[in-house]
């Protein structure tokens, strides 16, 4: 059984940064891969692979004249976290009414039957 590919995209956010004791916007350009979850055992019982976490990918820092700038770790956590928030806003995580369900989940072909936990 094959791993499916993830799909990339394209976020971005603004943050604040301080530069010689002022404040400036910058422009924060990435890529978001969302995680993939893991299989511990494939369905003809080879051992499965592990989840991949979702990723953001910084590829620019741009400031209001659109200049390269450098950012601090700490910097770098709030645009990180920024691509994160953006890629949450753009991209609808819930596929459940999808008709075509490529999420990896599995799905049952058999006769189980559904039972209701709040009726007990």
Do not use: W
């Amino acid at each position: 059984m094959k791993r499916r590919s993830r799909q990339e995209f394209d976020v971005s956010c603004c943050i604040e940064v301080e530069r010689s004791g002022e404040m400036i916007d910058v422009d924060v350009k990435g890529t978001y891969v969302p995680g993939m979850p893991g299989v511990h055992t494939l369905p003809n019982g080879d051992p499965g692979y592990e989840a991949e976490p979702a990723e953001v990918y910084i590829s620019s820092v741009l400031d209001s004249d659109k200049k390269h700038i450098e950012l601090t770790a700490k910097e770098l956590d709030m645009a990180e976290e920024g691509l994160f928030e953006d890629a949450s806003d753009k991209i609808d995580f819930d596929d459940s009414d999808d008709e075509d369900d490529d999420s990896g989940e599995v799905n049952f072909d058999d006769d189980r039957e559904e039972i209701d936990l709040d009726d007990e």
